[in-house]
C-alpha cells in the first residue's frame, strides 16, 4: 500500500490540524502508511494546543501531488477549501462534519460524516470501533478540537456525541475540562491572527 | 420527528430496494420515523427475492416533496439517479457504496460510503455496531442483495466484509447461499427486462 497524505481544510483551525493527527494514528494502526500534514501553520489557539501536549507542528504543504497519489481528507470536503491540486489526487477517505458540497470521486471511496460538531468527536467513535486505544497526548489533542469547534460544548452545533467524546477524552488525558478549555480559547482570542474558517 | 422516506436508485436493482427496507427497518429500530420506498418497479431477480421471502413489493414513487421534506438515500447519490425532486428536498442519511458525483447539501448529513460491493454489506455492519438484531426475513433479502452485486461474491468489486455479511446472514436466515443464489440469478436473466444500472 503506498503512502497517503492526510490533511483538513486550508486555513486550518485546531480541528483540521488535530484530526488529521488522530486519523493517520488510527489509519497507521489499522496497517495503513499515512503521514498527517497542514495545509497552513497553525493559529495562535492550535499552537497553544501544541505546546500544552508537547506535540510538534506538522509539515505545511501548498501541493501533494509530487509526492502521493492518494490523500485523506478530515474536517472539510469542499474543493475550494483542500490543496490546490486537489483535482490530481485520488480521495480514498473522507472524515468530515459539515455539509457535502464541490465534492466529487472518481472511484468509490471511504466517506463518513455525521452531523456533530467537530470531526474529532467522530474519531473518537471510530477508534472505540475500533479497538484501537487513543493515547493520553493525542485525547488531549482530540478534546483540545472539540472545546475549539462548539466553544466548550456551548455552541448550538453542539450533540450529545461531542459531549460523551469530551467526557472519554478528558479521563485518558486526565484533564479538567473547563480548566483547560477557557485557557485553551484564551490563547486563540489574543491576537487577531485567529483564523475564522468555521 | 418527521417522517422520512428512504429509497435506492430509479430503475431499481435488488440492492436498491432491499437496502432502503434495511436501512427504514433499522432507522424505526433506532427512534426514526421512516417508510422504505422505490423508484420504480422491482425488477424480476428482485421480484423472485420478495417472493421468495414472502416480503410486500414497496410502493412505488415518482416525487417525494408532496408528501416529506426529508429523506435518505440508499445504493446511489448522484441527482440523476435520484427522486426527481431531489432539489426540493433536504437529505439527512445516505448509506452507499458507490463514487460521489452531482451530490451537494445545504447542511451537514450523515454519509457513510465504503468501496464494498453492495450497500446491504455496510448494512449489516450498522445492525451488528447498534445491537439491532436482523429478523431471517430481512437477513434472506440482504443476502439476496449482495449475492446479486457480487455476483455470488464472484465480481472483481467483492470484498471481505461482503463475505463476512454473507455468511453471517446465511446463518441467520438458514439459507445454502450457492444453491439460493443460483436460483435467484437465474430468475434475473429469464428476461429482458433486467435493469442494469450497476
Ligand atoms: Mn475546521
Ligand atoms: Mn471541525
Ligand atoms: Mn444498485
Ligand atoms: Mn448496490
New interface residues.
Given amino acids: 500500500m503506498s503512502k497517503e497524505l492526510i490533511f483538513g481544510h486550508s486555513n486550518p483551525d485546531t480541528d483540521a490540524i488535530v484530526a488529521a493527527k488522530a486519523y493517520s494514528y488510527l489509519q497507521n494502526k489499522l496497517g495503513y502508511d499515512t503521514e498527517a500534514v497542514a495545509l497552513g501553520e497553525p493559529n495562535p489557539e492550535t499552537q497553544f494546543v501544541l505546546n500544552y501536549f508537547d506535540e510538534a507542528t506538522p509539515r505545511v504543504i501548498s501541493e501533494a501531488s509530487s509526492e502521493v497519489d492518494s490523500v485523506m481528507l478530515v474536517d472539510h470536503n469542499e474543493a475550494q477549501q483542500s490543496v490546490s491540486d486537489i483535482d490530481k489526487l485520488t480521495v480514498t477517505h473522507v472524515i468530515d462534519?459539515?455539509?457535502?458540497?464541490?465534492?466529487?470521486?472518481?472511484?468509490?471511496?471511504?466517506?463518513?460524516?455525521?452531523?456533530v460538531g467537530c470531526t474529532s468527536t467522530i474519531l473518537t467513535k471510530m477508534f472505540d470501533?475500533n479497538k484501537v486505544e487513543i493515547p493520553a497526548q493525542l485525547a488531549g489533542l482530540m478534546l483540545s478540537a472539540i472545546v475549539s469547534d462548539t466553544l466548550l460544548l456551548k455552541s448550538p452545533t453542539t450533540t450529545d456525541d461531542d459531549k460523551i467524546a469530551v467526557k472519554a477524552l478528558a479521563e485518558i488525558a486526565d484533564i479538567d475540562v473547563d480548566k483547560y478549555g477557557i485557557e485553551m480559547l484564551k490563547a486563540g482570542t489574543n491576537t487577531d491572527a485567529k483564523s475564522d474558517q468555521e
Avoid: G, K, M, V
Fill in positions: 462534519h459539515h455539509r457535502i458540497d464541490n465534492f466529487r470521486t472518481d472511484l468509490p471511496l471511504y466517506y463518513r460524516a455525521e452531523p470501533e
